[in-house]
């Protein structure tokens, strides 16, 4: 079977030890967690795990039956990428000496649609928020002015079919 890149939204109660034993399902399938986030969700004391995985959709099925089966999760579902929209921060440290020609963090800012965060004396913070794909292009933009640190956060996605998205937030509040 052809593998694809899946979005696994759980749904959860906030509950010590549950990261572990999920991320455990994936590591005895021998399954690379390409991305995590957790975070509160729109319905309080609901907390949402969004975790994308390179799979097959028979395994990425089995994945989300053996999520649902730990008693704090709600409802887990996967969708493909053209089923969700998602973007992901990054956060970029340069040295101002590298970039102190203005017409570089004018080119920066308007061709990469970042934005400066904070301008100190030794260096600039910037933000870039997007596709995997195009945090890492600025990141290879600026690696020959000196990166000093990088992050990038995980993925964030939000279903788009209406339906799906309000039987979803039924199912999770009548619990």
């Known amino acids: 079977m052809e593998q694809k890149v899946f979005t696994i939204s759980a749904f959860t109660e906030n509950s010590i030890g549950l990261l572990n034993r ?70 970029y440290k340069v040295s101002t000496k590298s970039v102190a020609d203005g017409n570089l963090v004018e080119k920066l800012i308007r061709d990469n649609n970042a934005r400066i965060l904070s301008m100190e004396q030794e260096f600039m913070i910037i933000e870039k928020t997007g596709h995997k794909a195009e945090t890492q292009e600025l990141l290879d933009f600026l690696r020959p002015y ?26 999770i509040t009548n619990f």
């Open 22 to 91: 999920i991320t455990s399902m994936f590591t005895r399938r021998h399954l690379n967690i390409e991305s995590l986030n957790t975070s509160e969700s729109e319905s309080p004391g609901i907390y949402r795990f969004t975790i994308v995985v390179k799979t097959t959709e028979e395994q990425v099925q089995k994945l989300v039956l053996q999520i649902e089966k730990q008693v704090e999760v709600l409802k887990a579902v996967y969708h493909v990428d053209e089923e969700t929209v998602f973007q992901e921060i990054a956060l």
């Open 146 to 171: 000196g990166v000093i640190e990088f992050v990038r956060s995980g993925r964030i996605s939000v279903i788009k079919p209406m339906e799906e998205s309000e039987d979803l937030r039924k199912r």
